[in-house]
């Protein structure tokens, strides 16, 4: 098993961005998925290697006629495409990302808290893609972490 974990981009770029937020990317207004969100953990797994799971978009993903917002892989550090900050997407952009992540394709919500010898508190994606989160210190530090990014802890 690769010790291997996608990096996420400086708080510069992320600031307010859910946890699971790697990399966001603007491609520019004549392409039709403009914006690209590459994510991590938990959606992320070992199992991906190099690769993690993306979501592109454009300004109208909501629309039946014009829009487009899909699911796909990509190398971890993308390259040509510029980066941006996670609030320079517009407020219906972010709420779309998030939207997405908690509804699907394979939604990585549900998560295990276990106590690891080795690496302290973890939360263990439930749903078989296996990958491990960050390692914490203390159980109300895991528990806080998957609050504020919207994983629920299956008891």
Not at 7 to 18: F, H, I, Y
Not at 34 to 55: A, D, I, K, N, Q
Not at 78 to 89: T, V
Not at 118 to 146: C, M, Q, R, T
């Amino acid at each position: 098993m690769s010790n291997y974990r996608p990096k996420r981009a400086t708080s510069r770029w992320l600031e307010e961005a859910p946890a699971y937020v790697l990399s966001v990317h603007d491609a520019g207004p004549e392409v039709n998925d403009r914006y690209t969100v590459c994510f991590g953990w938990p959606l992320w797994s070992e199992s991906m290697g190099r690769t993690v799971p993306y979501l592109g978009f454009n300004e109208a993903p909501s629309s039946p006629n014009m829009g487009v917002s899909m699911w796909g892989e990509c190398e971890a550090h993308r390259q040509g495409l510029k980066k941006i900050r996670w609030l320079d997407l517009p407020e219906n952009l972010r709420k779309h990302v998030i939207g997405r992540v908690e509804s699907g394709p394979d939604p990585v919500v549900v998560v295990k808290l276990t106590k690891d010898e080795s690496h302290g508190w973890l939360l263990i994606a439930a749903n078989g893609k296996g990958g491990y989160g960050p390692d914490f210190k203390n159980k109300a530090e895991a528990v806080k972490y998957a609050k504020d990014n919207l994983l629920v802890i299956q008891s």
